[in-house]
């Protein structure tokens, strides 16, 4: 199914539109026939917008699987004149923009360990200057979402107009759950951000396994993201790399079909109605809260006031600890998690100190 440069182009933008948007493909491209079977079967699903493949693979430490290079790229592009659907590879550097435009990639994406650093993003922003080719950026390993803005800039900068964000979670150390902590408030704000711009979740690299890939999906999709890209291989197991996180482009199939795909919003009057009476409530409980909240800071600062007259200093650690433990308790009998009152209790606490420390040095 080979199509022209110009109907690929117009293929694409179809694509970039298109709500859900699915990508899918391995982690690595390992041979022609790998490559080739998985775009196959892939396309038989149906559920697939565009094919993925590393040929360049960012490791963290020397000797692992670096990707197979530049002689890849035919490969892509026969996936591409077989299926006719738009491929997308990752690039890091400008030698590698300029090999994969020469052979056709209709789609580049920028991982995560080039986002981290601002002189690469610039070294492929640079390369893609005059180019009309759409963009996806990985948010940078650490969580830094002024990395992430910068790294849209830099890209938005050198002329590039369809650019889209993929959240593929963050490092984050003592983390079992996840290969990658999703850290879901940083990618909702990334999104509040930039409403604009498309935003696909990664659940293959949150997950690291693929028995909670779906559960991971599932999430984003709730969180209104734009679309999923899932890396699948046709013999996950003995994959080259990140084998623990594909599956057979036929168990993809399966997931997409079984994710409950809900909508942001619903042309119904007494939906809207319905929803307009429960915000209000939340509106008028924010407002206790907040109330609340300034009420609490007045007390602080009269604490501050006693603390400094007695040369006290602020941080009180047994009283902190009593204060979390105590709220841990409450927290679970009105089935708050203790992550929540962890990050809520840490928040209100920095805050009382702030007010606390401009008392002590008034």
């Not at 709500?19 to 493909?25: E, F, H, W």
């Not at 697939?48 to 290079?69: N, Q, Y």
């Not at 990395?147 to 650019?163: H, P």
């Given at each position: 199914m080979q199509q022209t440069s110009t109907t690929m182009r117009e293929t694409v933008n179809q694509v970039w539109k298109?709500?859900?948007?699915?990508?899918?493909?391995?982690?690595?491209?390992e041979t022609e026939e790998q490559v080739l079977?998985?775009?196959?079967?892939?396309?038989?699903?149906?559920?697939?917008?565009?094919?993925?493949?590393?040929?360049?693979?960012?490791?963290?430490?020397?000797?692992?699987?670096?990707?197979?290079?530049?002689?890849?790229?035919p490969w892509m592009q026969q996936a591409k004149k077989i299926t006719g659907l738009p491929v997308t590879v990752e690039v890091a550097t400008a030698k590698q923009v300029e090999d994969a435009l020469t052979f056709d990639v209709d789609v580049l994406w920028i991982g995560a360990r080039t986002t981290v650093n601002p002189f690469s993003v610039q070294e492929v922003a640079d390369a893609l200057r005059g180019v009309d080719v759409p963009v996806l950026i990985k948010n940078p390993i650490n969580?830094?979402?002024?990395?992430?803005?910068?790294?849209?800039?830099?890209?938005?900068?050198?002329?590039?107009?369809?650019?889209?964000?993929?959240?593929?979670?963050?490092s984050s150390y003592g983390n079992t759950e996840y290969r990658n902590a999703p850290m879901w408030h940083l990618a909702i704000e990334m999104k509040r951000r930039n409403p604009e711009l498309l935003m696909i979740n990664d659940p293959s690299h949150i997950s690291g396994r693929r028995d909670i890939l779906l559960d991971v999906a599932q999430k984003a999709i709730?969180?209104?993201m734009d679309g999923l890209i899932i890396e699948s291989h046709i013999d996950p197991d003995k994959a080259w790399s990140d084998a623990k996180q594909q599956v057979t482009p036929e168990r993809l199939g399966e997931m997409i079909g079984q994710i409950v795909w809900r909508k942001e919003d619903i042309n119904s009057e007494e939906y809207h109605a319905a929803l307009e009476k429960l915000r209000q409530q939340i509106n008028h409980l924010d407002d206790e809260l907040m109330q609340i909240l300034g009420q609490r800071m007045k007390v602080a600062e009269k604490i501050g006031e006693y603390k400094k007259n007695n040369n006290i200093t602020i941080l009180q650690t047994n009283r902190w600890n009593e204060i979390l433990e105590r709220a841990f308790q409450k927290g679970e009998k009105l089935n708050l998690s203790k992550e929540f009152i962890t990050k809520y209790f840490d928040a209100v606490h920095m805050e009382s100190i702030n007010h606390q420390n401009k008392i002590m040095n008034s």
């Open positions: 298109k709500r859900p948007i699915i990508i899918s493909g391995p982690c690595s491209a079977e998985t775009a196959t079967r892939l396309a038989k699903t149906g559920r697939v917008d565009m094919l993925r493949a590393g040929i360049w693979k960012p490791r963290t430490r020397p000797g692992s699987f670096e990707g197979i290079g530049t002689k890849g790229l969580p830094d979402l002024e990395l992430w803005t910068g790294a849209v800039e830099r890209v938005a900068k050198a002329g590039i107009k369809q650019i889209g964000l993929i959240h593929r979670g963050f709730d969180l209104d």
